[in-house]
């Protein structure tokens, strides 16, 4: 059997493409090159990933594929990510990119050119219960990645496979360290792809002007000024510029509201504070990966990003969106994120949250 093994230059995707070639699998390699504006600085490490992926190509003694998605990366990632922010959204390009992506396009290459598997180094696993293929989580639960792989297709998962599902992150170093893989000390690549290290802010400027407008507390008071709605999401505490204002106490600012269409964003004192938390919240469309009955409200386990232990709740389908209730008080539930549920270890899919 055929498999095309996403290799980013990492240690994962390093191991997963070994491993399969142990299991007897046809191993080829893919890099994708998603972002074109690479700069040379160690900002963006495009061309030393690449140098790595080839690498261990080597090593293992198998082809490496150089695809280049750059222009489907802009289209239909990027462009998103800029038109959500300046709605003020906060959105996740890391669910996007795995959508339009490495779920599509690599998988549409790899079809195309009569591969019968991909593989990614992906922390999450592929249950099978009477024939049919659920996305489970995977056993490191510190890092497994089913959140960021909410919006893939059911046709695709049938196709796919993940050879670090029963593998803990010091596990797999030890597998590449054990077979003298270049990048068995790599460190993980951290942020958005196309951000790199650089400060969120200092990137966006050169997409998205300034537009400033006041700052106000939640009592109703103007306490500051902000450089634009764009650059701030619910919850953040650092990078406001308010602090050891007259008459308030030394407790920290949290972004609580941005109201478009007055400009304005508003704050609060306290990890706390009240305005932080919500109990409901409205996702107009879910990707359903392994659709649960929604003839009635069902209950769920969800998370509303990343590192979040899973949250109980009740889904309910209305004519035109689904109402989601938690049993306890979510914190900056943040328009533009991603739901996803869950119900035990298998990932039923996800959506885009729109409004708490």
């Known amino acids: 059997m055929k498999v095309l093994v996403g290799m980013s230059g990492g240690v994962d995707s390093s191991v997963s493409a070994a491993l399969l070639l142990k299991k007897g699998y046809e191993v080829e390699g893919a890099f994708m090159k998603n972002w074109e504006d690479d700069d040379g600085t160690p900002l963006c490490t495009a061309k030393e990933d690449f140098m790595d992926a080839a690498k261990v190509a080597d090593q293992l003694n198998i082809k490496l594929h150089h695809l280049n998605f750059s222009n489907e990366y802009k289209n239909k990632v990027f462009e998103k990510f800029l038109t959500d922010l300046k709605n003020g959204k906060t959105p ?156 308030y106490d030394e407790r920290p600012w949290y972004v609580v509201e941005k109201n478009l269409l007055e400009n304005v964003l508003v704050v609060a004192q306290g990890n706390d504070n009240k305005n932080l938390f919500e109990k409901e919240l409205f996702v107009d469309s879910i990707n359903w990966i392994s659709e649960p009955d929604l003839t009635k409200p069902i209950k769920l386990m969800a998370k509303i990003r990343y590192r979040q232990d899973d949250q109980k709740c009740i889904l309910t389908k209305k004519e035109r969106f689904f109402s989601v209730k938690f049993e306890k008080p979510q914190r900056a ?9 869950y119900q035990n270890d298998i990932c039923l899919g996800g959506g885009e949250i729109y409004k708490s």
């Open 92 to 247: 996740n390009p890391d669910v996007l990119c795995n959508q339009y992506i490495k779920f599509n396009e690599f998988y549409n290459y790899a079809v195309s050119n009569k591969f019968d598997y991909i593989a990614t180094g992906h922390y999450a696993g592929i249950k099978s219960i009477s024939g049919t293929n659920y996305l489970a989580k995977a056993k490191d639960q510190n890092k497994d990645q089913t959140y960021f792989l909410c919006n893939i297709n059911k046709e695709v998962l049938d196709k796919t496979i993940f050879p670090l599902s029963e593998l803990t992150k010091k596990e797999v170093r030890e597998i590449a360290k054990s077979m003298n893989l270049s990048t068995f000390k790599k460190k993980d690549s951290t942020g958005i792809c196309f951000i790199g290290e650089r400060p969120f802010p200092s990137f966006l400027e050169n997409y998205i002007n300034d537009k400033p407008g006041k700052i106000f507390c939640d009592n109703g008071k103007e306490v500051g000024s902000h450089r634009g709605l764009s650059f701030y999401t619910l919850g953040q505490r650092q990078g406001l510029g308010i602090g050891g204002l007259k008459n």
């Open 333 to 341: 539930i943040t328009p533009g994120q991603s739901i996803v549920f």
